[in-house]
DNA sequence: GTCACTGCAAAAGGTTTGCAACGGA
DNA sequence: TCCGTTGCAAACCTTTTGCAGTGAC
């Protein structure tokens, strides 16, 4: 992924993760409306991932007016499919955060929650060795990493 | 993991696993209840991971007396917390196989279901190069392969 | 004008909890 | 007997759905 690095929000540059996603949901048959702008701007401003209803609730007692909880839920639904969004499994359960299509893997903070996008998951050895042992052929993963980022070390 | 190895269930022997958890519970203040067996008994059975509801309704439609839902709901819990359940994400949701304690990943078939358990990651590289870029203490990982069994690759 | 999208409100699921009764060790 | 465990039923929380109205393009 090429993008301006910037460790403001988890892991993606705000401005240019809000405008690439602006311009996906203008080509392709979407529309780009008010609900989805608002949330857009909430999303990105989170510091560790967000559930469908905590943006919902958060949403509501911050915005004037809010987009309603289905809107909420369909919204994350689709950026998630796009790869916009990536779900993040956590011990407390699971969680969004911006991201850009593609085959990433995240490395999580235990702690604070923050998110750092990688790229080469290095499991080509390790596919092969299990497909000569099991007899699958193995199709794709699920590869997240957990730790301390450099400010929860020093906690 | 060194048990008896067949294919029977999900990954595991389950009369293998059944005994270790039967002495798990004999150890350490738990108690080996009725319920308890008869869930274990279940859970052997599955060919792919499960959910707590779904044991739960099979488990009224199959047993003459069966567990309650709080008590299928805790139970799980319990075993899972202990490591004798692993919890597996897949597409369409989330689920839980027979497993060991100890470090174990998985590897699931997108088709039927079934789960095969290894050990050995190979990700000390990609983790130390990690570490290095990120500044994070890397503690931990979450993996798991997707693809096809030997069977579901012919269908 | 068209059709994707929104919002409400209800329904549907899944999970948790309190508490009195039960039953392994 | 002791205390971990059970079962019920209600509460709770999250997610989905139908549908009439709205607004982006």
Redesign the interface.
């Known amino acids: 992924m090429s993008q301006p690095s910037d460790a403001a929000t988890v892991g993606v540059n705000p401005e240019f993760w809000v405008k690439a996603v602006r311009s996906y949901w203008q080509g392709g048959g979407y529309r780009l409306t008010e609900p989805r702008q608002r949330m857009l701007d909430s999303m990105v401003a989170y510091a560790a991932p967000f559930s469908a209803e905590q943006l919902y609730a958060d949403m509501q007692t911050v915005e004037v007016v809010a987009p309603g909880r289905a809107t909420v839920y369909r919204t994350i639904e689709q950026l998630n499919g796009a790869g916009w969004l990536a779900r993040i499994?956590t011990q407390s359960g699971e969680g969004y955060v911006p991201s850009f299509p593609g085959h990433l893997h995240h490395?999580v903070?235990?702690r604070c929650g923050k998110v750092?996008a990688?790229e080469?998951?290095?499991?080509e050895?390790?596919?092969e060795r299990?497909?000569s042992?099991?007899?699958?052929?193995?199709?794709?993963?699920?590869?997240?990493?957990?730790?301390?980022?450099?400010e929860c070390?020093r906690v």
């Open positions: 499994h490395l903070c235990t750092v990688f080469g998951c290095a499991l050895g390790l596919v299990l497909a042992q099991t007899d699958f052929m193995i199709e794709g993963h699920l590869l997240q990493l957990y730790g301390r980022c450099g070390q």
